[in-house]
């Protein structure tokens, strides 16, 4: 059992800033990657941007140039800094992470409650 936990989300003005963190807990024997994925009403859930164990990152090409991944495979930890906010990036974003469970390599995917981010001025 592997728990997400998100915080961060809240009401911005467009072109300010957020700062979204992720905490994973549980029975963890690695994390391969975690990142970050968000759903607007009447939209598909869209993936954000990803780190991996390794440091490699990928992001959506909306969010490129303005939003920042970063983790801390210490503390089993993902941020998004997000910055130059849109009314386009309202939507709840869920942290998500791909975890390797036990000696065996055994992956599943965790996914965090969510957490609601409104750009409105």
């Known amino acids: 059992q592997v728990q997400l936990v998100e915080s961060g989300g809240g009401l911005v003005q467009p072109g300010g800033s957020l700062r979204l963190s992720c905490a994973a807990s549980g029975s963890i024997f690695s994390i391969n990657a975690m990142g970050w994925y968000r759903q607007a009403p009447g939209k598909q859930r869209e993936l954000v941007a990803v780190?991996?164990?390794?440091?490699?990152?990928n992001y959506a090409e909306s969010v490129k140039g303005r939003f920042t991944i970063s983790r801390d495979n210490t503390k089993n930890t993902v941020s998004l800094q997000m910055n130059s906010l849109k009314p386009e990036d309202t939507a709840v974003y869920y942290c998500?992470?791909?975890?390797?469970?036990?000696?065996?390599?055994?992956?599943?995917?965790?996914w965090g409650q969510g957490t609601q981010v409104t750009v409105s001025s």
């Open positions: 998500y992470a791909e975890v390797v469970i036990n000696w065996f390599l055994t992956q599943n995917d965790y």
């Open positions: 780190v991996t164990s390794g440091g490699s990152t």
